[in-house]
């Protein structure tokens, strides 16, 4: 259990490890194999004398005979108790992540044995799963939750979380529940000794000292001593006791790398010695290999740590892992011939995967891009269903700025592992950086798609939908348009310059006698002004209206004049017309995109339904509403803003541009020029260009 007082366990062999895992791989193979039918009394007597077997197979550390029976055992019965029990224990001992699967499911299999929740809650903790280590401490009833194990292991999720005085409170009960048990003043004085009250600190540090002669907690009390002085920058006191350490028959080669590090600290005489004699230890251990070539090229410089790496017997430098340290020093080098030559002969085993990228990095350092791609091809082959290796690929191909690889492997990972959020957070800032809309929209769809109940994504995709919306309607007048219809009425009647009496000239007889008669309509929408939205389409697709006589005086915008300047023909004449006649009846036409509500309308005003404090929902429902129109709404939605989300470059974008769009420039330039300074994507881009132009 990872508390302050956790007992070391000790190391298993990667071999050891590599026959757990195999176990693993074989009983699971089993457990799909289907079962055994028979008598129920010989099954279960059978199920027991071969768990008994693998117990003592596993004491003997027999991984192979182990597996067989547990593999028979599990045939016999999928749901065995006790063999789920051993399985969780040998895969705990050796520090496999399977091992909280299987204290799970003991757990569920037997919820009344409050043991079985104690063990799921120490796995849990040691696995870093504190979500998992408080659901196991919940199933713990009322009646067990006034024990010292109860309190211990409640202390040490709570140490974990960083909740220091929660921790003491615990520990503190579990002393009183066993005040004989050194391990509970061990935990309580571990706390006590990092508080920054001085004197709680020293007489802890006492109470350590003192539990150092203990012969089974000793060399703990030294490690949480060692790792108080280090917190307190006293490099003397921690130079002390990493002596100690070291000097204890159980300690580490991980020990001995922190005694290295602080006597470089502290530049002590002993500091070169010590690395020799680190140097010569280390020879017999590709681990201990490993660990002082990384800790070489941190500490010194990765050219000084390729030296001693490369002047070991060549059988050490290709047996795994010293390959992974020597490559990446290789790589801090940038010496891609090396790296090369190097990778070009050798096979990885289980990190093949991981050679065959750094090959391709090689090769493409060294502008050989066939022998790069089919590499990378390989390596990504061989990460196929793979997070952990899927996940390496991205991190490696962000860090050597392959941008097109990254996304690759970003998309796999969300493909096949829909439920890892960062993968998707890290390829949306991506895709966003790159401008990439379509493939925003892609991916949020497919996220949605999956959880429609997340309101961030549900609002992000509103927001691009909204972006992408198409403008073959955009040019186009709707009866929500005419924001002012009375005045408009009356100049149609009685036209006064001469674009009202072109417009009139081309209405269909019908209308002029509808407007001769017109009397405001208490329904919604004014029959009038349908009948208006549709006559001006009419005029608007068939001709160029534009005429310099016709529009003199007319004050045209930057953005008019620069399409009539283009001298536009279809689609693009009609959004023409269209401007020309906004400019020309400012007070009476509403200007902007109009369209159709559709899915995204509906997405954005579900999600600010949902969280209507959300700048980003805000900012989405508002635009929406303008693209409707509905411009009055919008600014009553952007009212909610608060003042430090205005702040925000992307939130500034939209504000900006409604306020804009509604004739609110004095307010709205302050905000467009901060968003214009910040990575948008094109179609925002565009949409504040759109704005500015009609300043």
Same mark, same amino acid.
């Given at each position: 259990m990872?508390?302050?007082?956790?007992?070391?366990?000790?190391?298993l062999s990667?071999?050891?490890? /590599?026959l757990i895992?195999?176990?693993?791989v074989l009983? *699971?193979?089993a457990?799909t194999a289907?079962?055994w039918?028979g008598?129920k !009394?010989?099954?279960?007597?059978?199920?027991?004398k071969l768990?008994?077997?693998?117990?003592?197979y596993?004491?003997q550390k027999d991984?192979e005979n182990?597996?067989?029976c #547990?593999?028979r055992?599990?045939?016999?019965?999928?749901?065995?108790?006790?063999g789920?029990?051993?399985l969780?224990n040998?895969l705990?001992a050796?520090?496999?992540?399977n091992?909280?699967?299987? +204290?799970?499911?003991?757990?569920?299999?037997?919820p009344?044995?409050v043991?079985n929740?104690? =063990?799921?809650?120490k796995?849990?903790?040691k696995?870093n799963d504190f979500?998992s280590?408080?659901? !196991?401490?919940?199933?713990v009833?009322? !009646?067990w939750?006034?024990?010292a194990?109860?309190h211990k292991i409640?202390g /040490?999720?709570?140490?974990?979380?960083g909740?220091?005085?929660? /921790?003491?409170?615990?520990y503190?009960e579990?002393?009183?529940?066993e005040p004989?048990n050194q391990?509970?003043i061990?935990n309580l004085?571990?706390?006590? &000794?990092?508080s920054t009250n001085?004197a709680? @600190?020293?007489?802890a540090?006492a109470?350590?000292e003192?539990v150092v002669t203990?012969?089974?907690?000793g060399p703990i009390? =030294?490690q949480?001593?060692?790792?108080?002085?280090?917190? %307190?920058n006293?490099?003397?006191k921690? &130079?002390?006791?990493?002596?100690?350490?070291v000097?204890?028959?159980?300690?580490?080669?991980?020990?001995k790398?922190?005694?290295l590090e602080?006597?470089h =600290?502290?530049?002590s005489?002993?500091?070169e010695?010590?690395?020799a004699?680190?140097?010569?230890e280390a020879v017999?251990?590709?681990?201990?290999?490993?660990d002082?070539?990384?800790?070489m090229a941190?500490t010194e410089?990765p050219a000084?740590a390729?030296?001693w790496?490369?002047?070991?017997?060549?059988e050490?430098?290709t047996n #795994?892992?010293v390959?992974?340290?020597?490559?990446?020093?290789?790589?801090?080098l940038k010496d891609w011939a090396?790296?090369?030559a190097f990778?070009?002969?050798?096979?990885?085993?289980?990190?093949e995967?991981?050679?065959?990228?750094?090959?391709a990095l090689?090769?493409?350092s060294?502008?050989d891009?066939?022998a790069?791609?089919?590499?990378?091809?390989?390596?990504? #082959?061989l990460?196929?269903n793979?997070l952990?290796r899927?996940s390496r690929?991205a991190?490696?191909t962000?860090?050597?700025g392959?941008?097109?690889e990254?996304?690759?492997v970003l998309? %796999?990972?969300?493909d096949e592992?829909?439920?890892e959020?960062?993968a998707?957070?890290?390829l949306m800032?991506q895709?966003y950086?790159?401008?990439?809309?379509s493939g925003?929209?892609?991916?949020?769809?497919?996220?949605?798609n999956?959880?429609p109940?997340? &309101?961030?994504i549900?609002?992000?995709?509103?927001t691009?939908?909204?972006l992408?919306?198409k403008?073959d309607?955009?040019?186009?007048?709707?009866?929500?348009?005419?924001t002012n219809?009375?005045?408009?009425?009356n100049?149609?009647?009685?036209?006064d310059?001469?674009v009202?009496?072109f417009l009139?000239?081309? =209405?269909?007889?019908t209308t002029?006698?509808?407007l001769?008669?017109?009397?405001a309509s208490?329904?919604?929408p004014d029959p009038?002004?349908?009948? #208006? @939205?549709?006559n001006?389409n009419?005029?608007?697709e068939?001709?160029p209206i534009?005429?310099?006589?016709?529009?003199?005086?007319?004050?045209l915008?930057?953005q008019t %004049?620069?399409l009539?300047?283009?001298?536009p023909?279809?689609d693009?004449?009609?959004?023409?017309?269209? +401007?020309?006649l906004?400019d020309a009846?400012?007070?009476? *036409?509403?200007?902007g995109r109009?369209?159709?509500p559709?899915?995204?309308d509906?997405?954005a005003a579900?999600?600010?339904?949902?969280?209507?404090?959300?700048p980003f929902c805000?900012?989405?429902?508002a635009? /929406?509403?303008w693209l409707?129109?509905?411009?009055d709404?919008a600014l009553?939605v952007?009212?909610?803003?608060?003042?430090?989300?205005l702040?925000i470059p992307s939130?500034a974008?939209?504000?900006?541009?409604i306020?804009?769009e509604t004739?609110?420039?004095d307010?709205a330039?302050?905000?467009l020029?901060? @968003?214009?300074? !910040?990575?948008?994507?094109?179609e925002?881009?565009?949409?504040?260009?759109?704005?500015?132009?009609?300043?």
């Amino acid at each position: 259990m990872s508390g302050p007082g956790s007992k070391r366990i000790g190391c298993l062999s990667r071999l050891q490890k /590599a026959l757990i895992a195999a176990l693993v791989v074989l009983i *699971l193979a089993a457990l799909t194999a289907g079962v055994w039918f028979g008598d129920k !009394a010989y099954k279960k007597s059978s199920e027991r004398k071969l768990i008994r077997e693998a117990q003592g197979y596993v004491s003997q550390k027999d991984w192979e005979n182990a597996s067989i029976c #547990l593999q028979r055992a599990f045939q016999i019965n999928p749901k065995s108790i006790e063999g789920s029990r051993l399985l969780a224990n040998v895969l705990d001992a050796s520090g496999s992540p399977n091992a909280l699967t299987w +204290r799970i499911q003991v757990a569920e299999l037997e919820p009344d044995n409050v043991t079985n929740h104690f =063990l799921w809650a120490k796995t849990a903790i040691k696995a870093n799963d504190f979500k998992s280590a408080q659901e !196991a401490l919940a199933g713990v009833g009322p !009646a067990w939750q006034d024990t010292a194990e109860y309190h211990k292991i409640s202390g /040490a999720l709570a140490w974990s979380l960083g909740r220091s005085a929660e /921790a003491e409170q615990h520990y503190a009960e579990a002393l009183r529940l066993e005040p004989n048990n050194q391990t509970n003043i061990l935990n309580l004085e571990t706390i006590r &000794v990092s508080s920054t009250n001085q004197a709680v @600190a020293l007489a802890a540090s006492a109470m350590l000292e003192q539990v150092v002669t203990n012969l089974d907690l000793g060399p703990i009390a =030294l490690q949480h001593l060692l790792a108080a002085a280090i917190g %307190r920058n006293d490099l003397a006191k921690a &130079v002390a006791y990493a002596k100690e350490t070291v000097a204890e028959p159980i300690s580490t080669f991980t020990d001995k790398i922190t005694y290295l590090e602080l006597l470089h =600290l502290s530049k002590s005489n002993d500091y070169e010695s010590w690395l020799a004699t680190l140097k010569s230890e280390a020879v017999h251990s590709p681990i201990a290999v490993n660990d002082l070539g990384e800790w070489m090229a941190k500490t010194e410089t990765p050219a000084v740590a390729l030296a001693w790496l490369h002047g070991l017997p060549m059988e050490m430098q290709t047996n #795994l892992p010293v390959p992974l340290v020597i490559t990446d020093c290789q790589i801090a080098l940038k010496d891609w011939a090396g790296l090369q030559a190097f990778t070009a002969q050798q096979k990885w085993g289980e990190v093949e995967y991981y050679r065959l990228a750094i090959a391709a990095l090689a090769e493409h350092s060294l502008r050989d891009y066939i022998a790069a791609e089919n590499d990378w091809s390989k390596a990504l #082959l061989l990460s196929e269903n793979k997070l952990n290796r899927l996940s390496r690929l991205a991190g490696l191909t962000g860090a050597w700025g392959w941008r097109t690889e990254k996304t690759d492997v970003l998309h %796999r990972i969300t493909d096949e592992f829909p439920k890892e959020k960062w993968a998707a957070n890290e390829l949306m800032d991506q895709l966003y950086a790159d401008g990439n809309t379509s493939g925003l929209e892609e991916l949020l769809t497919k996220l949605h798609n999956i959880d429609p109940d997340d &309101v961030r994504i549900e609002t992000d995709l509103a927001t691009i939908l909204l972006l992408l919306r198409k403008d073959d309607t955009a040019a186009l007048f709707t009866d929500r348009d005419f924001t002012n219809l009375p005045p408009l009425i009356n100049k149609l009647k009685v036209p006064d310059d001469a674009v009202t009496t072109f417009l009139r000239d081309n =209405l269909p007889k019908t209308t002029l006698e509808a407007l001769t008669n017109y009397h405001a309509s208490a329904t919604s929408p004014d029959p009038m002004a349908v009948t #208006l @939205a549709q006559n001006f389409n009419e005029i608007m697709e068939g001709q160029p209206i534009y005429d310099t006589g016709r529009f003199a005086g007319i004050t045209l915008r930057p953005q008019t %004049r620069k399409l009539l300047a283009r001298n536009p023909q279809e689609d693009e004449l009609t959004g023409l017309n269209r +401007r020309l006649l906004e400019d020309a009846y400012p007070q009476i *036409l509403s200007r902007g995109r109009i369209a159709k509500p559709d899915q995204a309308d509906v997405m954005a005003a579900a999600a600010y339904q949902a969280q209507p404090k959300d700048p980003f929902c805000i900012c989405a429902q508002a635009y /929406a509403l303008w693209l409707q129109a509905q411009s009055d709404e919008a600014l009553k939605v952007l009212a909610g803003l608060k003042p430090e989300y205005l702040k925000i470059p992307s939130i500034a974008a939209y504000y900006g541009t409604i306020e804009a769009e509604t004739g609110h420039m004095d307010i709205a330039k302050a905000y467009l020029d901060r @968003a214009e300074k !910040a990575p948008l994507l094109p179609e925002e881009k565009a949409m504040i260009q759109r704005a500015e132009n009609d300043f």
